[in-house]
């Protein structure tokens, strides 16, 4: 069985629009998956908020990042998918999370090393990813 999951958001982290919020997973090493996609949904609305595409997950890639969150909903029903979208193939689904308005007092990343991306506004699956990581055919290497 493959083994991929997320350490962060946990079910009592709060996200804070306004501020930069960890996303961590871990995963399994042979399990043939290279890149995802990041999707933020909840259960109280209809709708997906498309994060970042093509994160790169390979066994030297960094295990983490930074999502910033502008003008996101406030509410305890959030879902991070870390997924294939092309294929549909859920990869590892957060614990139930919340996001709280920008003047909640709440502890962000400060980690200046970690790629970011940023979410903002309410749900809306007819928008397209905020951000798009390096093409995968860029990660070929010429010998």
Known sequence: AAYFMVKEPTESTQWQNGAYNLLEWDKGVAD???????ELTRLGSNGLLYGAMNVACKNYSPKSLK???????????????????????????????SIV???????ASTDT?????????????TRDFATTFASKASTVLLR
Do not use: K, Q
């Open 32 to 38: 043939g998956i290279e890149f995802f996609d990041v």
């Open 67 to 97: 999502v910033y969150l502008e003008d996101v909903p406030t509410g305890d029903d959030y879902f991070v998918l870390l997924i294939n979208s092309t294929h549909g193939v859920v990869h590892a689904l957060s614990p139930r999370f």
């Open 101 to 107: 308005n920008a003047s909640t007092t709440v502890s």
């Open 113 to 125: 090393s970690l790629a970011t991306f940023t979410i903002s506004g309410s749900p809306d699956p």
